[in-house]
């Protein structure tokens, strides 16, 4: 997974480099699969998503202005999602891929009871990549380590910190593998592709 991952950011034609972070004891082999060179450095991720990030926050050169966070749980980020997302950062300062919820959402309660029914109309399911200026994403990493606070996504994080993060429509196809069934699906959609 992290192979086509890697391989769709390189066909987006926007970066200037890929920083990879993998568990402890996994960058030789993550280079073998990914041939690190000059354009992808291999740094060893945390124990959280968050931390993870912070680590290959802290291996760009400084010379980096705009930073793009991406899963490789999501191996089929198109490389026009992917250039959309950072258009609206270079514009906005921030952006995030938005996909509308389709399903009446009920919030509820630890016993299982529905306390409300939650307009869908101001919902929206989110995806990677996620990008933002350097700067802000920097920022909200140091808040975030100096308050103890663990988010899911850098737009979390960066909310905190009160910047407004655009959302720009995601890609149906931009899937998460997290389940057996997610892999199943990923491998009806590399069929249809080929």
Do not use: Y
């Amino acid at each position: 997974m992290i192979s086509w991952t890697v391989r769709g950011l390189r066909r987006a034609g926007v970066f200037e480099g890929i920083v990879v972070a993998v568990p402890a004891g996994w960058s030789e082999r993550a280079r073998r699969i990914l041939g690190a060179g000059n354009h992808l450095k291999i740094v060893t991720g945390g124990r959280t998503r968050q931390d993870s990030v912070g680590n290959a926050l802290k291996a760009l050169p400084p010379a980096c202005r705009l930073v793009a966070v991406h899963d490789a749980a999501r191996p089929f980020a198109s490389p026009s999602l992917i250039r959309r997302i950072v258009r609206a950062a270079h514009a906005t300062g921030a952006a995030i891929p938005a996909l509308p919820i389709e399903d009446t959402v009920k919030r509820v309660n630890v016993g299982g009871d529905v306390v409300a029914t939650v307009p869908r109309e101001t919902l929206t399911r989110v995806q990677t990549p996620q990008a933002a200026r350097r700067d802000l994403l920097d920022r909200a990493h140091a808040r975030a380590r100096r308050r103890r606070v663990q988010a899911t996504d850098e737009s979390a994080l960066l909310e905190g910190i009160g910047v407004r993060v655009r959302t720009v429509p995601g890609d149906a196809a931009n899937i998460k593998i997290t389940t057996p069934g997610d892999l199943k699906r990923a491998g009806r959609l590399l069929a249809a592709r080929r």
